[in-house]
């Protein structure tokens, strides 16, 4: 008796949804805020404050954040030494502690993330990936290319 082929196929494993590479946890890749997409929510909640302060201590951010969340101090303490370990932040001695600052615009900050980006898509998949970028780009809804060419002039 003859295995017909829809029913060998029946058998067969199927993915139906490509398994994601990215590590990223589903509530940070779906962020609407780009900046949290990378350095997560708290991270960036702090680099906002920066951006949006000329500078500020520790104990100011904690203060800030801590209007809206209840972070210990040493949280937070992490938080901006990650971010200044990163180059995110410069800072200065002050007193026994340090006033930082944010050492980039946000602007800045995305423009070096989408150049980061782009320069890993191609390396790692060459003509292949400039190709799927032309595709991409071929799909753009007029609305869609206002919106880039609006902030590609900022």
């Known amino acids: ?33 780009p900046v949290a997409r990378y350095l997560g929510e708290l991270q960036a909640a702090v680099m906002e404050i920066f951006w949006r302060r000329e500078s500020a201590t ?11 969340r209840n972070l210990a101090y040493t949280t937070v303490l992490t938080l901006v030494s990650r971010l200044w370990s990163r180059g995110l ?4 001695a002050e007193g026994r502690g340090f006033r930082y600052w944010a050492a980039t615009s946000r602007d800045d900050y995305l423009a070096e993330l989408s150049d980061e980006l782009i320069d890993r898509l191609f390396a790692d998949f060459g003509a292949i990936g400039v190709a799927r970028v032309g595709e991409r780009l071929s799909e753009l ?14």
């Open 89 to 92: 932040l410069a800072r200065e």
């Open 58 to 68: 520790v104990r100011e951010v904690a203060d800030e954040l801590n209007k809206k």
């Open 1 to 33: 008796m003859s295995e017909t082929a829809a029913s060998r196929s029946d058998r067969l494993p199927r993915i139906d949804v490509m398994p994601s590479f990215d590590r990223r946890s589903r509530r940070q890749r779906e962020s609407r805020d």
């Open 141 to 154: 809804t007029a609305r869609d290319e206002q919106r880039l060419k609006r902030g590609r002039r900022k």
